[in-house]
């Protein structure tokens, strides 16, 4: 669990985003795209789900990108090559169902697009012919666009101030690109308000749209219950269940509301420094 390589990939504006390559010779064996690890940066630290986005296996790496947004993961960021972390276990969640679907969109805002570049890897490998939208508040913030664009056919950027790409949003692009051709599926991540624009969007047209949910974790067994969602009427667990979903059968209004329940007291536990 000896961190490997550090890069920070993003410094603008109190945004940082971190990249890591830790050292986890079993992980990077046998976890597949769309599967996530939970990392513990130190002995008191909270638990929290990363997604894998690459696993070198002749290596024994995997690579995790997040941004610092609380406690955790500042701490989690603070830590150098050379340094350890005090526990890391996975892959957990279910893997992204890779076939030759055809013609895929992937759609990809913030942070989110960390998430797409394994899947977009895998699902180009499998035949697929692949149309990538990406979005950033602006050019400064915007990660992993050369990846993303040697596996896809088509890569379009937005930004919201047009200092990359077209001044716009991601689910305006979706629209336009399924209004002129027939795709067999969408696939997203990124914030919430997104992903949501994005299910409605694509149910208009009729194509099928996965997204992968970044819901609050603490167990990441099933245990705790934390990361419960309803999909088609049902109690799901994001952790065993998901963390992908048919974005059609979720109901947002309640997820965007259990992704809230908790901001107030991390705000205060990240002033007191806890």
């Known amino acids: 669990m000896k961190i490997i390589a550090k890069e920070v990939l993003v410094d603008y ?13 079993e992980i990077s064996q046998k976890v597949r ?8 940066s130190c002995k008191n630290g909270e638990r929290i789900p990363l997604t894998v986005v690459c696993a070198d296996p002749q290596s024994g790496t995997i690579t995790l990108i997040f941004q610092e947004a609380g406690l955790t993961t500042k701490t989690l960021g603070s830590l150098n090559a050379g340094d350890s972390l005090y526990a890391l276990l996975g892959p957990l969640g279910h893997p992204t169902l890779i076939k030759n679907y055809g013609k895929v969109i992937l759609v990809g805002g913030g942070v989110g697009i960390a998430e797409i570049l394994p899947v977009a890897k895998a699902l180009k490998a499998a035949g697929n012919n692949l149309t990538t939208i990406l979005g950033a508040k ?12 040697s596996f896809s056919s088509v890569l379009e950027v937005l930004t919201d101030d047009g200092s990359s790409g077209e001044k716009g949003f991601t689910t305006v ?9 027939q795709y067999d599926l969408v696939y997203a991540v ?7 624009k994005v299910a409605e969007i694509s149910k208009n047209f009729k194509a099928p749209v996965i997204v992968s949910l970044n ?9 705790c219950g ?4 309803t999909v088609d009427g049902k109690i799901k667990f994001s952790c065993v269940d998901g963390p992908e979903f048919d974005a059609s059968k979720i109901d947002w209004e309640e997820l ?4 809230t329940m908790y901001a107030k007291k991390e705000q205060h536990i990240c002033k007191l420094g806890f």
């Open 215 to 223: 819901a609050l974790m603490v167990d990441a067994t099933g245990m």
């Open 13 to 25: 504006a109190g945004v940082r985003i971190v990249r890591l390559v830790l050292s986890a010779l």
């Open 33 to 40: 795209a769309g599967e996530f690890v939970v990392v513990m």
């Open 173 to 181: 692009a979706l629209e336009k690109h399924l209004k002129e051709n």
């Open 138 to 149: 602006t050019k400064a913030l915007l990660i992993l666009e050369k990846e993303l664009q």
């Open 256 to 259: 965007s509301r259990r992704n």
């Open 226 to 229: 934390c990361c419960r969602v």
């Open 190 to 196: 990124g914030p919430l308000p997104m992903m949501k």
